[in-house]
């Protein structure tokens, strides 16, 4: 949830998923099924389920787990379908959050989350309220040590990538989420490593949080993304590095 840079951002969410291990294989078939449900279980021509399936590769997700999930959606095993719901809202200090759920049951996804947010001082607003200050970008973290910036500014740019930028040890590439794949796919096909990668919501602008906010801030997020129905959880909140 860092704003030090959208590596930082990836590595938060990371390493707090790590923590909770046991729940992705459950987010990622939601989001499998979800996609196979809207566009077919052929990735080709569903951007949205080899995204999906591209985050099951990333995470070891079975592949027994990724059939069923592609199954479910396309109704060839029974069980309830899933909801996609969007809830914005505001932490400490005014910090903007959005939360992504998919869900089976839409009173039990808004009690939750709107516990969580209350119960950290924060509040759910209207649709809308936050979102404007967030865009949607494909983000791409490659090693220093995988390729060096003129071959890869060369390989990303030509393969529609809006921008190569460093950050420490690291280059970070940004893509419309369109391009995300191609540019995936053009770096894989060059053999150079992606260390990590994600479609994500990108804010413009930082809210910088230290002392008894920032504490806040992380426990409002963490409860929100051990939640089984929240996909992904967004927020412009600048931590302390310690908390990272």
Known sequence: MSGHSKWENIKRKKGKTDAIRAKITTKIS??????????GGDPVGNMRLKLALTKAKQN?????????AIAKGVGAASGAGFDEITYEGYGPGGAAVIVEC????????????????????????????????????????VSKEAADEDTLMMIALDAGAEDVSTDGDSFEITTAPEDFLTVSEALEKEGIAVEASEVTMVPDNTVSLEGDAADVMNKLTSELEELDDVQDVYTNAELPEDME
């Open 60 to 68: 070891n997700v079975p592949k027994d787990n990724i059939q069923r």
């Open 102 to 141: 998919n869900t089976d049951n839409r009173n039990r996804a808004a009690a939750d989350v709107r516990h969580a947010f209350t119960h950290h001082g924060g509040s759910i607003g209207t649709p809308g309220c936050v979102a404007w200050m967030f865009k949607k970008k494909g983000i791409i973290v």
């Open 30 to 39: 939601k989001e499998i099924t979800i996609a196979a449900r809207m566009g």
